[in-house]
C-alpha cells in the first residue's frame, strides 16, 4: 500500500492507537453528520504490523462507526518513529478543534517533559505552550492531588503547581479549590498552619528537655477552649500574700510551674508561654481580681442573715400572694388604707410601664388572662367596670401586682416595700419573721 495514497477502508478495521485525548464524548448532531455526509476530512493513519492506526481522526473513526458506515477516506502516511512528535502532533490538531480537556493537555505535556525528557523551551516551541505553563505543568503532574484539581473553577496552573510543590492531602487541596475568595490565601493559611505545627512541636521538645512540663492553654477568656482548667499565665498572677507580681526564675520550684506553646494574643506567633496549673493552691491569685477582703464579725452576721433570708423568700412570697389571692381580694368591702397606699405607689413609682403586670393582676382577682389575649390591660378594665367593687379591687390589684412581680425571686426581699408589708399586716396577713423584720428595720430608720 503507497504511503502517500488516500485510500478508503472500514472505520471497523482501522486500529485506535493512542491519543492524549483521554475522554472522547461523541455529540449525536456529529454522528447524525457523518450519517448524512460521510467523512469528508480524511482520517490519518500509519501502516503497522498489525495493520492501519489511527494517528489523527480518532473522534471521527468512532463517529463512522456508530453511523455503521462502511468504508472512509483514509490518509496513509509513512510511521511516526518518534512518539514524542506524534504527542505534539495530537496537542496541536487537537486544540486547533474542539479543544483538549485540561486533564489531556497537562499529562500530554508532562509526558513530553518526564517520558521524553523534552526541555521546556522545545515544548513551547512545539506546542504553543509559554515556557511557565510548561514548567507548572511539569511541578503539578508530580502530585495527583494537584493535577485533578487544574481545570476546577479557581485553580490555575500556577495554583496547581504551589500545590504540588506544597505536597498538600487531598483533604488540603479539597480545602483550597471550595475556597470562596481568594484560593491563594487558603493556601497560605495552610501553610501558615504547618509552619505553626512544627515550631510548636520543636518548642515543646526544647522545653520538655529543660524539665518544664507541657500544659493545655488557660481556658479563661478562650472561647475555644475544649475543656475547662484552672491554668494561669505567670503574668496574670501575683503571689497572694504579698501581692507581688511572680518572677519566672522564682516560680520554677512551684508544683504546678509549666508552659504552654502556641499562639497567645493576635501576633500569629508561636512561642513559650509559663503558667501555674493551680495558683490558689501553690499561694497565687489573679492579679485582675480585687484581693478578698475580711469581714467584720458584724459584716459577717449580715452576709449570713442576707443568705438565710434568700433561701426562705420564694417560700414566704407563695404563701403572701396566697393570701392577697385568696382573701384580701375577695372581701365585699376596701380595706382600711387602700387609697392611701394607692397613693403612696402611684406617688412612688409614676414613670413605669403598668401594661406589664396587668396578667399578674388579673391572676391575683383570679380571672386570668387567655394566653392569647395581647390587650390585658383591656380585660382588667372590662371586668372592673362590670360592678363598683370591681373597680377598687382592680386598682388594688395592680398596685399589688406591682410590687409581687418584683419579689418572686430569692433577692426579692432586698426590695420589697416596708409600706407594703406593713398594710398587708393591718388588713389581716401574718407576716413572716423576715417581713416582720423588714418592717420593723424601717420603722427604726423613720
Known amino acids: 500500500m503507497s504511503t502517500t495514497a488516500i485510500v478508503r477502508v472500514d472505520p471497523k478495521t482501522l486500529l485506535i492507537g493512542p491519543n492524549v485525548r483521554k475522554e472522547v464524548t461523541l455529540r ?20 503497522t504490523a498489525d495493520g492501519l492506526e489511527v494517528v489523527d481522526g480518532q473522534m471521527r473513526t468512532l463517529a463512522a462507526v456508530d453511523a455503521d458506515l462502511t468504508e472512509v477516506p483514509v490518509f496513509v502516511q509513512p510511521a511516526i518513529v518518534d512518539e514524542a512528535s506524534r504527542i505534539v502532533e495530537q496537542i496541536v490538531v487537537n486544540e486547533d478543534r474542539a479543544g483538549l480537556t485540561t486533564t489531556d493537555h497537562v499529562a500530554a505535556i508532562a509526558q513530553l517533559a518526564l517520558d521524553f525528557k523534552l526541555p521546556a523551551a522545545e515544548i513551547a516551541k512545539r506546542t504553543g505552550a509559554t515556557k511557565t505553563q ?57 501553610l501558615d498552619e504547618r509552619a505553626a505545627a512544627a515550631r510548636t512541636k520543636e518548642l515543646e521538645k526544647e522545653t520538655k528537655a529543660a524539665g518544664v512540663a507541657i500544659a493545655a492553654k488557660p481556658s479563661t477568656g478562650d472561647y475555644y477552649a475544649k475543656e475547662k ?11 497572694r500574700a504579698t501581692d507581688k507580681p511572680i518572677a519566672l526564675a522564682e516560680h520554677a520550684d512551684c508544683p504546678g510551674h509549666a508552659a504552654y506553646v ?80 394607692l397613693l403612696h405607689d402611684l406617688t412612688e413609682t409614676h414613670a413605669r410601664a403598668w401594661g406589664q403586670w396587668q396578667k399578674l393582676a388579673l391572676e391575683l382577682l383570679q380571672r386570668p388572662a387567655a394566653e392569647d389575649d395581647w390587650y390585658p390591660a383591656r380585660t382588667l378594665a372590662a371586668w372592673a367596670a ?27 426581699w432586698s426590695k420589697v416595700s416596708p409600706v407594703y408589708l406593713r398594710l398587708l399586716a393591718e388588713w389581716g396577713y401574718g407576716l413572716s419573721e423576715i417581713e416582720q423584720a423588714i418592717v420593723d428595720a424601717a420603722g427604726a430608720d423613720a
Open 229 to 239: 482548667n484552672k491554668h494561669l499565665f505567670l503574668d496574670q498572677l501575683v503571689d
Open 262 to 341: 502556641g499562639v497567645r494574643g493576635y501576633n500569629g506567633k508561636v512561642e513559650v508561654h509559663y503558667l501555674c496549673t493551680d495558683p490558689a493552691k501553690n499561694g497565687h491569685r489573679d492579679k485582675n481580681r480585687a484581693a478578698p477582703t475580711k469581714l467584720t464579725p458584724a459584716e459577717r452576721e449580715q452576709k449570713q442573715l442576707e443568705k438565710a433570708r434568700a433561701e426562705q423568700w420564694l417560700s414566704v412570697t407563695t404563701v403572701r400572694t396566697t393570701w392577697v389571692r385568696e382573701q384580701l381580694l375577695t372581701r365585699r368591702t376596701m380595706p382600711t388604707g387602700w387609697d392611701l397606699f
Open 28 to 47: 449525536k448532531e456529529f454522528v447524525a453528520s457523518v450519517q448524512q455526509h460521510g467523512i469528508l476530512v480524511p482520517i490519518i493513519a500509519q501502516q
Open 134 to 190: 510548561v514548567a507548572a505543568v511539569v511541578t503539578a503532574s508530580k502530585s495527583p492531588h494537584a493535577t485533578a484539581a487544574i481545570g476546577q473553577e479557581g485553580v490555575t496552573l500556577e495554583l496547581a503547581a504551589k500545590i504540588a510543590e506544597a505536597g498538600l492531602s487531598k483533604a488540603d487541596t479539597k480545602r483550597v479549590i471550595e475556597a470562596r475568595w481568594n484560593k491563594d490565601h487558603a493556601l497560605q493559611q495552610i
Open 386 to 412: 362590670e360592678k363598683p367593687i370591681n373597680a377598687a379591687r382592680a386598682a388594688l390589684a395592680s398596685v399589688i401586682a406591682r410590687h409581687e412581680a418584683e419579689l418572686g425571686v430569692k433577692g426579692g
